[in-house]
């Protein structure tokens, strides 16, 4: 992508690597190096990354949900990539290696790295956000190093301070982590950490009016602003504002204004000399940002490929098939070469029980690659999990699979 050394890039990859390096050169498995020479001399006795765990153990593991409250099918992920993705932990084992670092900072032997790379692992790379395996956050000279994390079902992170004691590690069993930051903030409120708690801004809900759901549906469809996209439709029985992956709940405090305690924008829907709705204003705090229009006609658009996805997928969950489609279609229209728009428009076309349009295209495909290392078929297989588990019906989707001869994914067999 660029030559090393120029500037930050997360890098799971690069992780997989050193893991590569690791095993060939001192010829061990990579869970059985890693606790005898890591996690043992940290006192991380309850961690592991061997996968999947062990037997014995397996019942030690907490199940993950999604955002939406889907358990993830047999409890959790395996995943491969041991050191990227691998380690099974628990928030008391953490904090023994928070404190390892913290100690080393000051100066201390740490258990497991020498001084040379304990200030590479603790010591911001051309004062950007990250070292060598660790984010920062300067709060006004109080400096504190940090990581989070999620898997699919799972998500968490660590904060400790660089100059005290000072220090949290929060998991969650939820794909939903914004309850992380909460209890992040009440942590260094409760402990008194210095320059990082922030008085939450919350708005005043007491002049919010009920708008009944006749003047609401003229609001539901798609928005662009910015170049991004927000959606409003009805979800869980109440009209809900979806943008950045979030459902967040719409206060109205007039028929045609609303906000959200998610988002810093005041909304205001707009409407033209025929009372058609056709976007919305955005205000933070008394300052006007560039309105948010509402699509009328897909088939105009001109976006980003990743967008018609997003966009489809979205409307495909609301069971709204006939609006998925015709975004799905201007993105095959437009990136023909992205199969991935290809399989959803099929989902598309299966949930909507056109079995037909559907069959012809998972045929015409089956044996092509999505991507790189990601095969038609895997992701049918990946999809068909992933349908389980959000509670879709499956039934003619398992009618695919025996048509076209595909196998079942691992997770779904006995």
């Known amino acids: 992508m660029f030559e090393p050394g120029l500037k930050y890039e997360y890098s799971g990859g690069g992780i997989t690597i050193s893991q590569l390096l690791l095993t060939d050169v001192t010829g061990q498995l990579y869970d059985v190096w890693m606790y005898e020479n890591v996690l043992k001399p940290l006192g991380m006795l309850n961690s592991t990354y061997a996968q999947p765990p062990a037997k014995d153990e397996r019942y030690l593991c907490a199940s993950g949900y999604y ?26 084992d953490l904090c023994n290696y928070i404190i390892d670092m913290q100690l080393a900072n000051q100066g201390k032997p740490s258990k497991v790295l020498s001084p040379e790379m304990v200030k590479l692992h603790l010591t911001p790379y051309n004062n950007g956000p990250a070292a060598m395996g660790t984010f920062f956050d300067d709060r006004n000279g109080a400096k504190y190093f940090l990581h989070d994390a999620s898997n699919d079902g799972f998500c968490g992170l660590y904060v400790a ?98 906000f959200n305690e998610e988002f810093q924008a005041v909304k205001e829907f707009l409407k033209d000399e025929k009372g058609k709705v056709t976007g919305y204003t955005r205000t933070v705090d ?17 976006l980003e490929n990743s967008m018609f996805a997003d966009i489809g997928w979205y409307l495909m969950e609301q069971g709204k ?39 012809a ?19 049918m297989q990946n999809d068909l999990v992933y349908f389980k588990e959000h509670r879709y019906n499956v039934q003619l989707l398992e009618k695919v699979f025996s048509e076209l001869n595909i196998k079942r994914p691992m997770e779904l067999l006995d």
Do not use: C
């Open 286 to 302: 008394g300052k006007a940002y560039p309105n948010a229009t509402k699509i009328t006609n897909p088939d105009t658009l001109m």
């Open 161 to 258: 301070s660089l100059d005290s004691g000072d220090g949290v590690v929060i998991f969650l069993n939820s794909g939903d982590a914004r309850l992380l930051l909460d209890v992040l903030n009440s942590v260094a409120k409760a402990y008194n950490w210095k320059n990082y708690y922030i008085e939450p801004q919350k708005r005043k809900t007491d002049k919010v009016v009920i708008v009944p759901n006749s003047i609401l549906k003229n609001y539901e469809g798609i928005y662009l602003y910015d170049q991004l996209w927000a959606g409003v439709e009805k979800k869980d029985n109440e009209y809900q504002f979806y943008s950045a992956n979030t459902y967040a709940k719409m206060y109205f405090t007039k028929p045609t204004s609303f």
């Open 67 to 92: 955002a939406d409250g889907a358990r993830v099918l047999n409890k959790y992920r395996i995943y491969p990539e041991q050191a990227a993705a691998g380690l099974w932990t628990t928030p008391s």
């Open 321 to 359: 098939y006939t609006e998925a489609r015709a975004y799905y279609k201007r993105g095959v229209q437009l990136y023909p070469a992205d199969l991935s728009l290809l399989m959803n428009m099929a989902h598309v076309y299966l949930f909507s029980k056109d079995y037909n349009n559907a069959i």
């Open 361 to 379: 295209i998972y045929k015409a495909h089956l044996k092509d690659n999505i991507s790189p290392g990601n095969s038609w078929e895997n992701q």
